[in-house]
């Protein structure tokens, strides 16, 4: 259950915050639905979070480059700034990426336990032939 913050209990900069991390946790929710088999598929769930993934990544470049056309007059001003609104992007998926891959190193056991609960319903419908 998600705790709502009453605008008077926090500063700008954490409603901000807050409104972020909101859009970045529905932004995850969606990838987890997308990523989810339905049952008799034989699509491995690896498979499938590697299409995600690659979606999500297309997008997000897609869509920053959409953000950062509105900042220019044409295409040509677009077209000079490019280095410079790459290296942004880049720097900045850059921090956010060391942020998250050291997170999940230090949270490893906690955030991947779903594997064992995966793997085992992956084995589970596995039927060999017997001799």
């Not at 409104?19 to 088999?37: G, L, M, P, T």
């Not at 008799?40 to 499938?48: A, F």
């Not at 077209?79 to 490893?108: G, I, P, T």
């Amino acid at each position: 259950m998600v705790q709502k913050i009453e605008a008077t209990d926090v500063t700008e900069e954490e409603a901000l915050n807050a409104a972020f991390f909101e859009r970045a946790d529905a932004f995850i929710k969606q990838a987890n639905e997308f990523c989810s088999i339905e049952k008799g598929s034989t699509v491995k769930p690896h498979d499938r979070r590697g299409q995600v993934s690659s979606a999500m990544l297309f997008a997000a470049s897609r869509f920053n480059t959409w953000v950062a056309a509105n900042n220019f007059k044409d295409g040509e001003e677009m077209r000079a700034a490019k280095e410079q609104v790459m290296s942004y992007l880049l720097q900045q998926f850059q921090l956010m990426l060391e942020d998250n891959y050291d997170e999940y190193c230090d949270q490893f056991e906690n955030y991947l336990r779903f594997r064992r609960t995966e793997e085992h319903h992956a084995h589970k419908h596995e039927h060999k032939p017997h001799d």
